[in-house]
């Protein structure tokens, strides 16, 4: 089994910048891809990015690319998303999950953290 926990959420104003973190614990975390997720209100869950398990191969959603970045520390279980310029479109609760095989925005994970929020607005 593999645990995941997201942190670093909050309210943040437009333009604005934040970093979450995802933490890794179980069965060889560092053999695991990783991606971020996100879900509006009254939208589905969709992916936005993710990395590889050595963290030298990342994939983004175009919305996010060239704002958001991925990367991992895999002497701490730990991947980040770091996010600039904010939009209120961003607004949403934000998951990492976990999967065997790198794919298109780790699609179809077999892992998920318990989500946090994030709320871009003035």
């Known amino acids: 089994q593999l645990q995941l926990v997201e942190s670093g959420g909050g309210l943040v104003q437009p333009g604005g910048s934040l970093r979450l973190s995802c933490a890794a614990s179980?069965?060889?975390?560092?053999?695991?891809?990783i991606g971020w997720f996100r879900q509006a209100s009254g939208k589905e869950r969709e992916g936005i990015s993710c990395?590889?398990?050595?963290?030298?191969?990342?994939n983004y959603e175009d919305s996010v690319a060239g704002r958001f970045t991925i990367s991992r520390d895999n002497a701490k279980n730990t991947v980040y998303l770091e996010m600039n310029g904010l939009k209120p479109e961003d607004t949403a609760v934000y998951y990492c999950?976990?999967?065997?095989?790198?794919?298109?925005?780790?699609?179809?994970?077999?892992?998920w953290g318990q989500g946090t929020q994030v709320t871009v607005s003035s």
């Open positions: 179980g069965i060889t975390p560092n053999y695991y891809a």
């Open positions: 999950a976990a999967k065997t095989t790198y794919t298109r925005l780790c699609n179809r994970p077999d892992y």
């Open positions: 990395i590889n398990g050595s963290g030298d191969s990342t």
